[in-house]
């Protein structure tokens, strides 16, 4: 059987700082509760992903993967055993914890030899007016200064915050300290990684009465004080990013464009704005709506897209 672009069931996660606005961005949510994240697109085991229509419903990415190798991922990435990426919706309508990811040396080394380290980036499909994020440390804040303001309760005057408005793309590399601020909308796409280590919480306890955890030590060993000046917002236009783990672009279609793995790389189609767009291939159509994410098999080779649409283009 020649695969197909597949579709998968969400998963929506429940943080204290989320709420209901994925709606904005066309993301269907559940009737109740408060969503902080959908998981798109992934194969990572926290949860497991299941197709939601076609041929192979109700197996899972990592098995799709394990099944079919290149032919899923592509020939550059013959030698990869798991899914590399993971996409997903965040509603922030609080400000997300001061964290940072470790790289994927330290990952392996620390956590397990599997594991990969966490590079990400955002793309902000919309903000509130004052929005903002932590990316980074002011100038002159090395380690020494940064544990002593930790154990002083002074970390947040550590911290540079940057403007932040929709439209707008950052690069979160592995090591950076950050934080997303409140009252934005953000596509994230990212190495196959739930490993955060949060620095500080702003005193918040989680459904337990307790305070949620912090990872000081761990923390401290990844953030890398050098990069306080790497995570500068640009303006959402063409290529966002191609770095070592993945590349992004930014796709605003109005009539159609054609696009083509040549067997070589997969790629993931985030839809978030416009009114809808057919994603024609040889063998068969099916529609893209803001909200929805695909992931087009590197065997599938051409495609094209025809509408109105605004989306990302990932692999």
């Known amino acids: 059987m020649k695969l197909y672009p597949l579709t998968f069931r969400p998963v929506y996660k429940d943080y204290l700082w989320g709420g209901r ?16 994240q959908t998981w798109e ?13 076609g041929a ?6 990592a098995e799709l993967t394990a099944a079919y190798g290149p032919r899923l991922l592509g020939t550059k990435y013959a030698s990869e055993t798991a899914f590399p990426l993971l996409v997903k919706f965040i509603d922030a309508q609080k400000p997300l914890s001061v964290q940072v990811h470790p790289g994927d040396d330290y990952a392996r080394r620390r956590i397990g030899p599997d594991e990969r380290g966490k590079n990400e980036c955002w793309y902000v499909a919309a903000a509130r007016e004052g929005a903002e994020l932590i990316a980074g440390t002011k100038p002159g804040v090395d380690r020494a200064a940064f544990e002593k303001a930790v154990a002083d309760g002074t970390v947040t ?6 403007p932040i408005r929709a439209g707008d793309f950052v690069f979160i590399p592995a090591g950076l300290v950050h934080a997303i601020g409140a009252g934005l909308l953000i596509l994230e ?17 989680g ?19 050098g ?40 790629d993931i189609l985030t839809a978030f704005a416009g009114e809808g767009a057919a994603l024609v291939w040889d063998g068969g159509r099916r529609m893209l ?22 989306l990302l283009r990932a692999y």
């Open 207 to 225: 459904p337990d009465g307790r305070r949620r955890p912090l990872h000081l030590a761990q923390a401290l060993d990844c953030i890398d004080f």
């Open 189 to 205: 796409i990212q190495q196959s990684s739930d490993t955060t280590y949060r620095v500080y919480d702003y005193d918040r306890v």
């Open 41 to 53: 697109i992934t194969a990572h085991p926290n949860p497991p992903r299941l197709p939601a229509d």
């Open 227 to 266: 990069l306080s000046a790497a995570a500068i917002p640009s303006e959402g236009r063409g290529v966002l990013t191609d770095n070592p783990f993945f590349r992004v672009e930014n796709v605003v279609l109005d009539g159609e464009r054609r696009f083509d793995t040549e067997g070589k790389h997969f």
């Open 21 to 36: 606005g994925l709606a904005a961005v066309g993301k269907a949510q559940p009737p109740t509760g408060r969503v902080a």
């Open 289 to 310: 709506a803001p909200g929805v994410s695909v992931l087009v098999p590197a065997e599938v080779g051409a495609y094209r897209l025809e509408g109105r649409i605004h």
């Open 56 to 61: 192979l419903a109700g197996r899972t990415l």
């Open 157 to 162: 005057d550590c911290l540079r915050r940057v």
